[in-house]
Each structure stands twice: as structure tokens, then as C-alpha cells.
């Protein structure tokens, strides 16, 4: 047999593999694609790659509709590109993940800080001058900021990373109190003439 008629029935061998392997559905590869997407789920993809996860599952979706048109060939392609992109949208997921741990720790770090320098204000003599009634509802308000912390470094070791909006006015209390602190200006002494 010559070279060419070699590479005739090569190239015939291969379209029938080809047209045979798309003669039904990928099902093995939708079934991967559908595995991917749930681990892209898994591992926070809703939450820290959105876009990624739903352009994975579009992708997934334009396969089950190849499927249904009788384009097992489409179909092929799109469950291929769906798991692919289901990968993308898990590693994203895990990224985010990370950064997001890292921007919670540094805002918790930053709140215990603030507790920190209302609590010295609260022990500095100048304290002393403040009304007592303002220095117990600091106390109280640092109580809550403390038991906050406390909690949201709870949440966020769970990979609750949300719940840092409670912080938020928190701080804000805490600004008020450290201004409450400051001691009343001293009178001034009238001069006599």
C-alpha cells in the first residue's frame, strides 16, 4: 500500500472514530462538567467568583441544549469548555477565598486597635474628669465592641467572612466614646481689673 493510500485511509479511520464518538451524547462529560460546577460551589464560587461560576454553568447549560437539538458534537465541545471553566471558577473561588481571610484579619486587627486606645483613654487620669455617667456607658460600649470582636473572629475562623459588617458601626460608637472621653476645657479664670 502506497504512502498516500496510507494517509487516505488514516484520515478515513479518523472521521469515522470522530463521527462515532459524536453519534451519542457526551453524557461521561456532561456528568464532569455537572461533578466541577458542584465543586466550584464547594469551594465558595457563589460567593468569590460569580461571573466565573455563571458563565460555567452557561456553558453547561448551551451543552444539555446541544444535546436536546441532536448536536453531540456541540455538545461535546461545551461540556469540555464547561468543566474547564468550572476548574477556572473553583480556583477563583479559593483565591478569593484568601484574600478575603487576609482583608478580615487585617479589619479585625484594626477594630482591637480602636477597643485599645478607647480603653486607655478610658485609664488616663484626663478620664478621671469626665463624668461618671459617661465613663460606665464607655465601658459598657467597650464591653460590646470586645464581645464583638470576640465573635466575629469566631465567624470568620468558621469562613464566615459577612458577618465584618457589624464592625462597621462599632467603630463608629467607639469614635463617639474616644471624643466623649476628652476632659471638659478648663474655665478660664476672669481676670479682675
Do not use: W
Not at 28 to 41: M, P, Q, T, Y
Not at 44 to 73: I, K, N, P
Not at 113 to 125: C, K, M, N, S, T
Amino acid at each position: 500500500m502506497s504512502v498516500s493510500a496510507r494517509l487516505r485511509l488514516a484520515a478515513l479511520v479518523s472521521v469515522a472514530v470522530m463521527a462515532a464518538a459524536c453519534a451519542e451524547p457526551p453524557t461521561k462529560e456532561l456528568s464532569l462538567a455537572e461533578g466541577g460546577i458542584d465543586a466550584a460551589r464547594a469551594a465558595g464560587a457563589a460567593e468569590f467568583a460569580r461571573e466565573d461560576l455563571a458563565d460555567a454553568e452557561a456553558t453547561l447549560a448551551r451543552a444539555h441544549a446541544d444535546v436536546t437539538a441532536g448536536d453531540y458534537r456541540a455538545a461535546l465541545g461545551h461540556a469540555l469548555d464547561a468543566n474547564t471553566k468550572a476548574q477556572t471558577a473553583a480556583k477563583a473561588a479559593a483565591d478569593g477565598r484568601v484574600k478575603a481571610r487576609l482583608a478580615a484579619d487585617e479589619t479585625l486587627d484594626r477594630f482591637a486597635v480602636h477597643i485599645e486606645r478607647v480603653e486607655a483613654a478610658l485609664a488616663a487620669d484626663e478620664a478621671k474628669r469626665v463624668p461618671a455617667a459617661t465613663r460606665r456607658r464607655v465601658e459598657a460600649q467597650v464591653k460590646a465592641a470586645l464581645e464583638t470582636l470576640a465573635a466575629a473572629r469566631a465567624a470568620v475562623d468558621r469562613g464566615e467572612l459577612a458577618t465584618l459588617t457589624t464592625i462597621g458601626g462599632q467603630t463608629a460608637t467607639l469614635d463617639e466614646a474616644l471624643t466623649s472621653l476628652a476632659p471638659p476645657p478648663a474655665k478660664k479664670a476672669r481676670s479682675r481689673r
